[in-house]
């Protein structure tokens, strides 16, 4: 019985923590919290202590394959910014994506084009939390894992997810993006 006292109190001190590592989260992630706990997704944002800017970093970070990072990348198409949730192992074919996608030419946004579709600095872009909903194309190969991980709004944060998952956040698509 004292065991379990204390293992209620525990459990109850983590649950604590973690709801003041929550309030701790930088701005973008906090927002990026939000977006996820309005859509009712089940992952939430979490801290790194080692960067995960890239996905071979966060992949490191993370204990996970490199493909089971989704990287959301910002391209510009048709005049607009439009994003781009790649697995990690993936170099997106731009010109393939856009003949799939039925979108004109794509290209890479400007660090500066980046933050204003989104709000959020390269490297730690999320695939929610934006000024405005993007159209969004989810990479296919991301189906291959049950589990994936998404920046969080910086390039410390992070939150689990799948494609499915991904897909419903974002109202995208799902493509393959290579060749």
Known sequence: MASDQQQNQNQGQGQSQGQERDQSLPTRSLQVARALEAAGADGQVRELDASARTAAEAAAALGCEVGAIANSLVFVSDGEPVLVMASGRHKVDTSALAAR???????????????????????????????????????????????????????????????????????????????
């Open 101 to 179: 996608w039925g979108r004109g030419t794509l290209r890479r946004a400007t660090p500066e084009q980046v933050r204003e579709a989104t709000g959020q600095a390269i490297g730690g872009v999320a695939p929610v939390g934006h000024p405005r909903a993007l159209p969004t194309v989810v990479d296919a190969a991301l189906t291959e894992y049950p589990t994936l991980w998404a920046a969080g709004g910086t390039p410390r944060t992070v939150f689990p997810t799948t494609a499915d998952e991904l897909v419903r956040l974002t109202g995208g698509v799902l493509l393959p993006v290579t060749a």
